[in-house]
């Protein structure tokens, strides 16, 4: 479902607990002014109603994503899965999905910027076929007393598109 501004409580409530320097409430905005591709993943409940014995709900944010069309490739900006459900495959489903939707807009490679440090997504990453292609030195900030910044790997997988 297409992220809206009556989302971003939800997206900045998850935002804040994932990331060492959270985008901010400006930072979606301007991504969906810009018209970037910005998505929400919510559990699909039958109506709304709530599964005995859960913790969710129909207005349950699970994860988002934040996805940048350029001529001829689709950038990742931001990935995000709720802490709680992280380790689920729902990242590897996200992904797949983004995939379906760089090849039937006919672009041919997804490219995007991993912490060095986030040992997890970097191995999500690989898994599903990304190779590293170089990096961005000092482009993540690590910790906001210091100023000390933190490297970037940048990654790409060439996306099947049909003929």
């Not at 930072?27 to 018209?35: E, G, K, Q, T, V």
């Not at 760089?102 to 986030?118: D, G, S, Y």
Request: include cysteine.
């Amino acid at each position: 479902m297409s992220m809206q501004l009556a989302d971003l409580d939800a997206v900045l409530a998850i935002e804040s607990e994932s990331h060492i320097h959270p985008w901010t409430r400006g930072n979606f905005s301007d991504s969906l002014a810009a018209a970037h591709w910005a998505y929400c993943i919510r559990p699909n409940l039958d109506q709304g109603k709530e599964t005995p014995g859960t913790f969710l709900d129909s207005h349950a944010l699970w994860a988002y994503c934040i996805l940048y069309p350029a001529v001829d490739e689709l950038h990742l900006l931001n990935i995000t899965v709720a802490p709680k459900l992280r380790k689920l495959g729902l990242g590897a489903r996200i992904m797949e999905a983004i995939e379906g939707v760089a090849a039937q807009q006919k672009m041919p490679r997804i490219i995007l910027e991993v912490r060095a440090t986030n040992e997890p997504a970097y191995a999500l990453y690989k898994k599903l076929g990304y190779e590293q292609i170089g990096t961005r030195k000092g482009y993540y900030p690590a910790n906001p007393e210091t100023g000390t910044r933190e490297d970037a790997i940048v990654m790409a997988k060439s996306i099947k598109l049909e003929s």
